[in-house]
C-alpha cells in the first residue's frame, strides 16, 4: 500500500475536470474542410456561391462593418445598397420581389378593354 | 407594346377594384396578390428531408432549441434504415437466435437438460417486429412532445427554399425553410450482374424477413454486415459461406488480431469463409443462385450453388430524386454530397449530416452529427470528435474497437505499447462459460496516451464505451488501469489491458 502511496505522489492523472463547458468567444464560420472529408479540400463552388451571394450586400463591404456588437451602429451607416464601381446589378439578381413581373393573360385582356374585361 | 398603354390605362380606371392585380398601386402589393396563396404554409426555421437517425433526432433537438420543424419521411414509419430494416430489427434476430443456437448447443455443461427445441421462425419475426413497431411510435411520440411537424412523404429540392412533397397518401404539398437539413441516408450497393429481388438475391433489408432458413446461403462481402446476417441464419441451421475480396474479414478499421480471431470462430461455429476470392458473376435464373468466383489475383473459376445470395457489399449515400439538380448541389465521385465543417453545403442555409455526407455510415455517428448541426444552426457552436466514433459487430462473441489500429500506427511510423488480455484469465467470463476473445490497448510509446482499443469478447460492445470515453478524454493506459473496475466483471479485462499496456497485468 505504501509503495503505492509512494506511485501516487509523484504521478498527474490525465484525466482532469477542465472546469465548466463554454463556447468560444470566437468562432470562424468561414468554410473549412470537413474533418471527414476524404479529399481534404473543399471545392471552389464554396467560396464562388458566398461570392455571388454576397457581392452586393453589406458582408462584401469589410470596411464599413462595425466589429462591434449587434445593433452598434445604425443600418442607415452602411450607406446605400450599391454596386461597386464599374459594377452594376442585374435586375435578375435582385430578390424575386423586385424583378419584373410577367403580365397574366387577364391583365393583357384588362389594359385592352379600357378594363371593361374586369367586369364582363 | 402594351406596357406603355398599361401605364395610361392605370389612372383611367375609376373604380377602385380590390381583386385585381391590374390595378394595384405598387410592384410589392401586386406581387402579394398575385402570389399569395391562401394555402401556402408558413415557413419553418428548420426543414428536414429524412426521418431516419441523422433527421428525427435532428428533429427532436431542434423542436428542443425552440425552432419551428418539420420533418419529412417517406418510408411511412420513422427511425430509417436503422430502426425499420438495419440495427435494431438485426439485433433482434442475433439475440434471439444466438439463444436458439445456445439451447442447442450449450446447456448441458451448464446442468441444464434440455428437451426438444424447435424453431419458430415467425414468432421468432414477430419478437422483431415489435422491437420496431414499438420504437418506431416511440419516435412519433417524441415528435409530438417536441412539437416537431412530421409530414409522411418524399421530398425533393424546388428551389433553394423549397421542398415539393409527394405524399405517401396522395397529393402534393410544399414546405419552406430558411434551414434546410438533408438527411436522407443509405441504401445498400448492388451487386453488378446481380438482381435484388429479396427473396433469393437480398440485401440486409431481405436478410431480416426471410421467410425459412435457406439450406445454401452465400453472403457476398465479409464485412460487419455480411458477418452478422450470415451468422443469424447459421445459427439457425443454414450452411453459409462468405466471399470476401480482402485477405480479412470485418471490413475497414478493424485490427488484424482481432479479425483473425473473429474467423477462427466464426468457423468454429460453422460459417466457411473464402478470402482474397472475387465474384466474377451470378445467376439466378434457375431454382437457386450461381455464384462463379475466382482468386483475387487470378487463379481457378468455382462455382457456388445457394438458396440465397446476401449482397453486403457496402452502402452508398441516397440521393435518388431529391432534386439536388434543381438547386445545383454537387455530390462527390462515391455520391456523398459536399459539405464543410459546419455541415453546410454550397449553399450555407442546406446542411447535410449522416450516411449521405463523409464518415462512416454508423448510426451513432449520424446522431452525433445531428446533435451539432443543430447546435450550429442555433448557437453557432457545435462539435463531432471524428477520431472518438466506436465500431461494433454484434457477433458472439462480440466485436468492438476505437480509435487506431496497429496496421494504422505502423503505416504512419508512429512508436506504441499493446498490452493485451485474454477473457480466458477473467473471473466473470470463465463463470459464464463464455471466455473466449480478448481485449487489446495501444498507446503512444512516449505519452502513455491511449490511441486504439480492440475487444473481441463477451458484451465488447458495452464494453467499448469506457474506451470511447477514454479516449475522448485523452486518457493514458495508465489512468485506466488506475481506476476500480468492480470485481467480478469482464470490464476488469479491460483494466488489466490497460495494465499489460503501461506495465504489466496480474492475472496472465
Request: hydrophobic share 35%; net charge neutral.
Amino acid at each position: 500500500m505504501n509503495a503505492t502511496k509512494i506511485l501516487q505522489q509523484g504521478r498527474q492523472p490525465m484525466i482532469r475536470f477542465l472546469g465548466k463547458r463554454s463556447t468560444p468567444s470566437k468562432i470562424d464560420h468561414t468554410p473549412q474542410v470537413h474533418p471527414a472529408s476524404p479529399t481534404h479540400s473543399l471545392p471552389e463552388s464554396f467560396a464562388s456561391y458566398r461570392q455571388k451571394a454576397q457581392q452586393h450586400g453589406p458582408l462584401n463591404q469589410t470596411n464599413k462593418i462595425s466589429t462591434s456588437h449587434i445593433g452598434a451602429s445604425p443600418g442607415s451607416s452602411l450607406g446605400p445598397v450599391e454596386a461597386g464601381k464599374g459594377m452594376y446589378f442585374d435586375r435578375s439578381e435582385l430578390p424575386k420581389r423586385f424583378q419584373r413581373l410577367a403580365w397574366t393573360a387577364d391583365e393583357i385582356e384588362a389594359i385592352e378593354s379600357g378594363g371593361a374585361s374586369l367586369h364582363a | 407594346m402594351f406596357r406603355s398603354v398599361a401605364s395610361r390605362a392605370v389612372p383611367r380606371v375609376a373604380r377602385p377594384v380590390t381583386q385585381s392585380t391590374f390595378c394595384a398601386p405598387n410592384i410589392y402589393f401586386q406581387s402579394q396578390l398575385r402570389r399569395g396563396y391562401a394555402s401556402e404554409a408558413e415557413e419553418k426555421d428548420l426543414v428536414i428531408i429524412g426521418g431516419g437517425v441523422a433527421g428525427y433526432v435532428a428533429a427532436i433537438k431542434a423542436g428542443q432549441s425552440g425552432m419551428k420543424v418539420t420533418c419529412i419521411e417517406k418510408r411511412g414509419a420513422l427511425g430509417g434504415t436503422c430502426l425499420n430494416v438495419g440495427c435494431i430489427p438485426s439485433k433482434s434476430l442475433l439475440n434471439n437466435s444466438h439463444l436458439y443456437h445456445q439451447i442447442l448447443h450449450d446447456t448441458k455443461n451448464r446442468g441444464i437438460e434440455v428437451g426438444d427445441v424447435k424453431l419458430n421462425l415467425g414468432a421468432m419475426m414477430k419478437a422483431k417486429e415489435t422491437s420496431v413497431s414499438g420504437l418506431t411510435k416511440g419516435i412519433e411520440f417524441l415528435f409530438k412532445k417536441n412539437n416537431v411537424e412530421y409530414i409522411k412523404g418524399t421530398g425533393a429540392f424546388q428551389d433553394e427554399h423549397t421542398v415539393a412533397v409527394n405524399l405517401v397518401e396522395g397529393g402534393e404539398t410544399t414546405v419552406r425553410g430558411k434551414n434546410i437539413l438533408i438527411a436522407t441516408g443509405s441504401e445498400a450497393t448492388p451487386f453488378p450482374g446481380l438482381t435484388i429481388d429479396e427473396k433469393k438475391v437480398i440485401t440486409s433489408t431481405g436478410a431480416i424477413a426471410l421467410q425459412e432458413v435457406p439450406k445454401k446461403m452465400v453472403v457476398i462481402g465479409g464485412g460487419i454486415i455480411g458477418l452478422e446476417m450470415g451468422s443469424v441464419w447459421s445459427r439457425l441451421g443454414a450452411e453459409v459461406t462468405v466471399v470476401e475480396y480482402l485477405g480479412q474479414i470485418g471490413g475497414p478499421g478493424m485490427d488484424a488480431d482481432v479479425a483473425k480471431q473473429a474467423q477462427k470462430l466464426l468457423q468454429k461455429q460453422g460459417m466457411k469463409f473464402k478470402l482474397n476470392t472475387k465474384v466474377t458473376a451470378g445467376d439466378a435464373g434457375g431454382e437457386g443462385v450461381k455464384i462463379n468466383v475466382e482468386a483475387a489475383k487470378g487463379g481457378k473459376e468455382e462455382t457456388l450453388d445457394a438458396d440465397v445470395v446476401l449482397v453486403a457489399i457496402g452502402r452508398r449515400p441516397y440521393t435518388n430524386g431529391l432534386g439536388l439538380e434543381n438547386i445545383g448541389l454537387e455530390v462527390d465521385e462515391r455520391g456523398r454530397v459536399i459539405i464543410d465543417q459546419e455541415y453546410r453545403t454550397k449553399i450555407p442555409h442546406i446542411r447535410a449530416i449522416g450516411d449521405v455526407t463523409f464518415g462512416p455510415m454508423l448510426a451513432h455517428k449520424a446522431e452525433e452529427e445531428s446533435v451539432a448541426v443543430v447546435e450550429y444552426m442555433a448557437k453557432g457552436y457545435g462539435h463531432v470528435n471524428y477520431g472518438a466514433i466506436p465500431s461494433v459487430m454484434y457477433t458472439h462473441p462480440e466485436v468492438a474497437w476505437v480509435g487506431q489500429n496497429e496496421q494504422e500506427l505502423k503505416a504512419a511510423n508512429v512508436k506504441y505499447n499493446v498490452g493485451q488480455f485474454p477473457f480466458s484469465a477473467n473471473s466473470r467470463a470463465k463463470t459464464n462459460l463464455d471466455t473466449e476473445g480478448f481485449v487489446k490497448m495501444i498507446s503512444d510509446a512516449e505519452t502513455d496516451r491511449i490511441l486504439g482499443i480492440h475487444i473481441i469478447g463477451p458484451n465488447a460492445g458495452e464494453m467499448i464505451a469506457e474506451g470511447v470515453l477514454a479516449l475522448e478524454y485523452g486518457a493514458s493506459s495508465e489512468d485506466v488501469a488506475r481506476t476500480s473496475h468492480a470485481h467480478p466483471t469482464l470490464s476488469e479485462a479491460f483494466k488489466e489491458a490497460a495494465m499489460a499496456t503501461y506495465d504489466k497485468a496480474v492475472h496472465y
